[in-house]
């Protein structure tokens, strides 16, 4: 978007992690992120804390 011209972006998800906040405010300081839940942490498996686990699974159901 931001390639074809667009002036103002925003990043809106579901549900996020801070580490996963960080590297998208790091690689797009322009955008900015609406986040439905902010949840505490990822662990060293980078499933998110405290509870929704491996987001990857969820999504594709496995």
């Keep these: ?3 074809r011209g667009a002036k103002n972006v925003n990043m809106v998800c579901i549900i996020a992690a801070p580490e996963g906040i960080a590297a998208f405010e790091e690689a797009h300081p322009d955008v900015s992120i609406l986040a439905g839940k902010i949840d505490r942490e990822l662990n060293d498996q980078k499933y998110i804390l405290p509870g929704l686990g491996d ?8």
């Design 1 to 3: 978007m931001k390639a």
């Design 55 to 62: 987001f990857g699974d969820r999504l594709f159901n496995t």
